[in-house]
């Protein structure tokens, strides 16, 4: 008899402790004047317009019409299971990534002159993410290149 109580318990707690792992969306992500939000101290963040190694990570290179190439990330992004588009302007997207537990805010900027699309994944909450935004960014990435139609 005890056993189930107990499983109750522990599954209120964990409920009550859930949305603390969401954290509600930030206010301050966005592209202003052509760039992304700075990455907040903590390594919980990867941005290809970071100037220090430890966010840093490199923006998607493409090459011929910058239309096509967002294009072709919004189709990469549209079959992950984890992500979901919640803003979208004009050569900029705005997503939510989700793990089992937590949430982390993604966002990309079509660069037409570089013929790069800048990148930056964040965590909502935590300091550490074990790495788990520049894995992610870096499996985009990949599909992303392999979508590319060859020339």
């Known amino acids: 008899m005890k056993f189930p109580m ?4 522990l599954t209120g707690m964990l409920a009550g402790l859930l949305p603390a792992c ?11 004047n052509g ?12 941005s290809s317009q970071a100037t220090d190694e430890r966010h840093r990570i490199a923006p998607l290179a493409f090459r011929g019409d910058p239309d096509r190439a967002f294009t072709r990330l919004k189709q990469v992004l549209g079959r992950r299971d984890d992500t979901k588009i ?11 990534l989700r793990t089992t537990f937590f949430v982390d805010d993604g ?7 570089q013929r790069v699309i800048h990148v930056r994944s964040a965590s909502r ?4 993410d074990l790495g788990k935004n520049r894995r992610r960014m870096e499996e ?5 290149t392999q979508a590319e139609p060859k020339s």
């Not at 909450?125 to 550490?128: E, I, K, P, T």
């Open 6 to 9: 107990l499983r109750v318990m």
């Open 125 to 128: 909450v935590g300091y550490s």
């Open 107 to 113: 966002e990309f900027l079509l660069d037409r002159e």
């Open 86 to 96: 919640i803003e979208e302007q004009a050569g900029y997207l705005r997503v939510e």
């Open 22 to 32: 969401v954290g509600g969306r930030p206010d301050n992500l966005g592209a202003r």
């Open 140 to 144: 985009i990435r990949r599909a992303f």
């Open 35 to 46: 760039t992304l939000s700075p990455c907040p101290s903590s390594p919980n963040c990867v």
